[in-house]
């Protein structure tokens, strides 16, 4: 069973986020300027665009519905998904490690002084 009916709910938040065109046009223009920005070049392809957008998605279940079905649409696997979750935790680990570091670094400061 899913968590959530993610279909219902990106159909929603298509209605609710055109609501906000209405009331703020610019701040959705300016949106869909960086979205098309990003997809100029082409270079990576739309599948890969995808599978990024869904690594660096974090606490946005708008983002998941939306990148989860254009990654499905052009093409992406379900195991193409779960590799590039994969490494979008190993990258948050990374950081929290560096984050760690700078912690250890303010406590020998903070208490040093």
Same mark, same amino acid.
């Not at 379900?78 to 979750?85: F, G, K, Q, S």
């Not at 994969?86 to 984050?99: C, H, I, M, P, S």
């Not at 570091?101 to 208490?111: G, H, I, K, P």
């Given at each position: ?25 610019? =701040? ?12 100029? =070049? ?5 599948? =890969? ?6 690594? +660096? ?52 400061? +903070?208490?040093?002084?």
């Amino acid at each position: 069973m899913a968590m959530l009916d993610w279909n219902a709910y990106r159909q929603l938040l298509t209605v609710r986020i055109g609501e906000i065109a209405k009331l703020n046009p610019d =701040t959705i223009k300016g949106y869909q300027a960086l979205t098309a920005a990003g997809q100029k =070049t082409n270079l990576l392809g739309p599948k =890969t665009r995808e599978l990024i957008s869904l690594a +660096v998605t974090v606490r946005c279940d708008g983002c998941i519905t939306v990148h989860t079905e254009a990654a499905a649409r052009h093409g992406a696997s379900r195991e193409e998904i779960a590799e590039a979750l994969g490494v979008a935790t190993a990258v948050n680990a990374g950081a929290a490690l560096v984050y760690s570091a700078r912690v250890l670094d303010a406590y020998e400061e +903070v208490t040093a002084a």
